[in-house]
């Protein structure tokens, strides 16, 4: 079993809707999780039953999750092949437990597979979440921070954050894809060029009045450039802007030169 | 506004369905999001239409925000009066735009806020994403590292890891509450008291045997002891375990000897 291979088990306790069965597995899948366990689903589990095929239904590509899904009829007997085994809650249990964040979880998770243990972790009923005596079953219990204001999560939402910090925790947190590069980044010889040329133009134009307001003014508008953080390719536009612009200007006074 | 009053925009645009609408306001509240958008929805809005329905009855606490949702024509005008516009995409685009993943989102939103700037994030709609003109509209692009086999991520558990990165980078990331410890650890002195005497009843049952393995065996078990962090009360329920262990075989020991 290798780490990207390994997958932390995702055990729904006695689930009530369909629908989170099936967005629960989507949300495992997105985030590399496959191994889905169902404690007792409370309106029966299976081919024709109405929350199997709610399951199916929203499960959009992770069909083989829901239909790989394996049914026990208590927490133990689905935890039993486990090395460790993890409950969600989301309030405080007087359960002299170790807590930790999904973060927390993904972190230890990471660290257990890389070692080929197994692992597991419970989320509890829609309406009551996980009973005490089932989080008395795991090891740690995984708590998230949220407004408390608003804490009921929903139980799809729980596994995808979950399943969420377990992909980071292996792939790491960077965006998956950067931005590319069409053309270089301006070499700053090129800018100076285009900085010098800019100035000219505009001292020819009149633009630097007053006279002794015009380094503070050239400072500014380098700066507004070098934010930009141009490239080669804008460079050449903005040059050609500059350009026209100068010679637009350039025509209208000889005309109006030759117009008096 | 502060820093925990200040709430990154949720912009939904062109969204299909009510439950999603729904959800994703459900997950704001969890996350201290309460500013929710809606640009061009698919079928309509507002009292009595059956999206609006759908998205008051999946809201759970969050019909609040639902009901305060504005609706706009077009993402120009929803996101007018915002400083700082990033878009959620699943896919890289032709588009020399910087690329952060949620976490990245979070950071930046974090420091944009402390700095009063008001900032806001589009989603696409569930099947389409959002189109490259709408996309051009934002500065900076957010991007979701996923399993690339099932990269479609659901529009509320996109809101709702966008959200939940946001509340980590103003809370930290720690779990809600700690373990707390009904009894203090116990002290070094009294679990040595306790291994001594355990020593002195495992020797006295004739436990250690052979004689030469008495070091190495002793060591293991005071290891397994160390590991299970022993507070007091644990000490004196061990203790008690052993003291009704020993005297139950003194008895026996006595009767049987009594016996024959």
Same mark, same amino acid.
């Given at each position: 079993m290798s780490l990207v291979e390994c997958s932390p088990v995702i055990i729904l306790v006695r689930p009530q809707m369909g629908e989170n069965i099936g967005m629960a597995a989507r949300a495992m899948a997105n985030f590399g999780l496959f191994d889905l366990r169902l404690v007792a689903p409370r309106d029966g589990w299976g081919e024709g039953n109405a929350v199997y095929t709610a399951a199916i239904d929203t499960a959009v590509g992770a069909h083989a999750t829901v239909r790989a899904a394996t049914v026990f009829e208590t927490v133990s007997e689905a935890v039993g092949d486990l090395h460790k085994v993890f409950a969600t809650t989301a309030r405080e249990r007087d359960q002299a437990k170790p807590v930790v964040s999904a973060e927390g979880f993904a972190s230890e998770a990471r660290v257990r597979c890389a070692s080929k243990q197994s692992i597991g972790i419970l989320f509890g009923p #829609?309406?009551?979440?996980?009973d005490n005596q089932e989080v008395g079953i795991a090891d740690t219990i995984v708590s998230f921070s949220v407004n408390p204001d608003h804490s009921s999560l929903n139980l799809a939402q729980s596994v995808s954050l979950v399943s969420y910090e377990w992909f980071k925790a292996l792939n790491g947190a960077a965006a998956p894809f950067a931005l590319e590069f #069409?053309?270089?980044?301006?070499?700053r010889e090129m800018l100076l060029s285009f900085f010098n040329y800019l100035d000219e133009e505009l001292d020819d134009a009149g633009y630097f009045v007053p006279e002794n307001k015009k380094t503070i003014m050239r400072r500014n508008l380098r700066n507004i450039l070098h934010r930009m953080e141009l490239m080669e390719a804008d460079v050449r536009t903005l040059r050609g802007v500059v350009v026209a612009l100068s010679n637009g200007r350039s025509k209208r006074v000889k005309e109006q030169a030759g117009g008096t």
């Open positions: #829609e309406r009551t979440g996980l #069409e053309t270089a980044p301006a070499q």
